[in-house]
């Protein structure tokens, strides 16, 4: 089972590749986790990754797809790759590198949302001045208006859910990320799952279509 899952920010695709993971007993792989582990790895491409993330640089697409040859491609039980590929060079190297292994995806999943809901879910979210706990104004919110349930301590807008740095990255999105819907539909690879709806029922949906594609794919 080898799948990738893109989609916007705010569209859920990190809970769901985690849930994905569990159920079908495959790997999630995300490019935070990946960039941590290869730095804590002590190699040569490691400490490049680590000069690059205690830097604060964006990893070059290069040096990010060496990262997910080197931890992902081979596991034998399977990945959901989230977070990468980002851009169509990404996607292209991890071609090649299947290719070269025989191997193909069996899909990719897309997670749909407009920057409308994006915007509301992402600029919704707290953080407690006191304690750190999140919340959410809308779907997860304390009891007392701007108040933690835990420590008393106030309530703040998280520094990555302002309007204007929401915008921003989803501006980033659409330039760089985006471009990957039509080379994955292209290819016959990409499948939409309707991201505004409620988790429960976007993990329900995105089960049934990992089954389906994965039973497809062992018919070939």
Not at 39 to 68: I, N
Not at 138 to 158: I, N, S, Y
């Amino acid at each position: 089972m080898k799948f990738v899952f893109l989609g916007p920010p705010g569209a859920g695709k990190g809970t769901q590749a985690a849930r994905m993971a569990v159920r079908f007993n495959v790997q999630h792989a995300s490019t935070g986790d990946m960039f941590r582990k290869a730095a804590a790895a002590g190699s040569e491409l490691g400490r490049t990754v680590k000069d690059y993330l205690d830097s604060g640089r964006l990893v070059p697409d290069e040096l990010t797809s060496r990262v997910v040859e080197e931890l992902v491609l081979d596991a034998g039980d399977g990945y959901i790759l989230d977070g990468y590929p980002r851009t169509l060079g990404q996607a292209e190297a991890l071609a090649a590198n299947l290719e070269r292994r025989g191997l193909r995806l069996d899909g990719v999943v897309y997670f749909d949302l407009s920057d409308q809901e994006a915007v509301r879910r992402l600029t919704g979210r707290l953080v407690c001045s006191g304690c750190g706990r999140n919340y959410h104004r809308e779907f997860m919110p304390p009891k007392a208006t701007d108040v933690c349930d835990d420590c008393g301590a106030a309530l703040r807008v998280r520094s990555d859910s302002a309007e204007d740095v929401v915008r921003q990255r989803l501006a980033v999105y659409h330039e760089m990320t985006e471009p990957l819907v039509r080379y994955y539909r292209d290819r016959g690879l990409l499948e939409n799952v309707d991201a505004s709806a409620a988790p429960d029922d976007v993990e329900r949906a995105t089960g049934a279509l990992l089954e389906r594609l994965a039973r497809s794919e062992g018919d070939r």
